[in-house]
Each structure stands twice: as structure tokens, then as C-alpha cells.
């Protein structure tokens, strides 16, 4: 079952080059959204991504509403902080979107109000910390989501 991970707005070239190599080694697709906090280029995503990189099934979008426009209609789940149900809740389904915002601010607000019938979060334990590194909050996701399917 191959699924999709979405970055909106990613910041931080190291995570975006880990959650590359992460989608390679899930068999997903990585969506990005621009604008982008790095350029692709950058060395950081590329050591991140290490030399598996060309590898990844790649497709990039000019903004949210490129994005929206061609998989609107699609199985979307999105990941915040502001969700009400757990991860662990998903149904997941086969080509399923899994949407994340961008590091310092997660997803727009439109979508957190859009769309809180797909709204889901990891929990947290500690009021210490609003949020968990987007690359390690993609993993839990989307190996939930391989594991489910397996089942």
C-alpha cells in the first residue's frame, strides 16, 4: 500500500531530507509545497537524504492551492497539534495523503478550521513541549499507517 506524506511550507533542510529518505524506505511519495525555508539544492538536504535522494518519488507544488486543486478530492489526513482525535485513530486507506505544516507554526489555520472531521494529533505527555520534530512526527505516522495495513 503506497501512501503520500505532504510538507507544507517545509523549513528545515535536514528534515526534509530525513522525511525524503524516510518516504523512500516507507515506499511513499513526498509531496512538498512552496515556498520552501531552503532551497533543494541545499547540501543539508542532500546529506540528510544522504544518496538515496535521486531515488525518491519526488512531486513539488507552486503553493497550497496547486496542491489542494489536484488532490483536493483525495483520502487527506492532517497532522497538528490542534487535532482532536489520535493518530491511531486514522482509517487509514490505500493512497492516502498524510498532510504536516511547517516547522514553526504547523499547518495554516484555514485547514485546522477546514478540516477537523481529518484533524489528528500525536499526543503529548509533558506540557514542557508544544510539538515533536516534523521528521520524527512523519515516521510515527506513517509506520502507524504501514502497520495498520498490514493487518
Known amino acids: 500500500m503506497a501512501f503520500n ?3 507544507i511550507e517545509p523549513e528545515i533542510p535536514t528534515n526534509t531530507g530525513n522525511i ?7 515506499g511513499a511519495t513526498l509531496h512538498l509545497v512552496k515556498p520552501f525555508g531552503f532551497e533543494l539544492s541545499d547540501k543539508r538536504v542532500k546529506r540528510a537524504g544522504l544518496d538515496y535522494w535521486q531515488h525518491l518519488d519526488l512531486k513539488i ?39 504536516f505544516g511547517k516547522e ?3 499547518l495554516p489555520k484555514n485547514l485546522i478550521e477546514t ?3 481529518n484533524l489528528y494529533k500525536i499526543p503529548l505527555y509533558s ?10 512526527a512523519v515516521s510515527i ?3 502507524d499507517a504501514i502497520r495498520a495495513s498490514a493487518n
Open 5 to 7: 506524506i505532504v510538507l
Open 20 to 26: 525524503g529518505r524516510l518516504s523512500l524506505a516507507s
Open 61 to 99: 507544488y507552486e503553493n497550497i492551492d496547486e496542491f489542494l486543486s489536484m488532490h483536493g478530492d483525495k483520502k487527506l489526513v492532517f497532522l497538528s497539534s490542534h487535532g482532536t482525535k489520535e493518530y491511531w485513530n486514522i482509517p487509514y486507506s490505500e493512497s492516502m495523503y498524510f498532510v
Open 104 to 106: 514553526s507554526v504547523g
Open 115 to 117: 478540516q477537523q472531521d
Open 127 to 136: 506540557e514542557h513541549i508544544r510539538s515533536l520534530n516534523l521528521a520524527n
Open 141 to 143: 505516522v506513517i509506520y
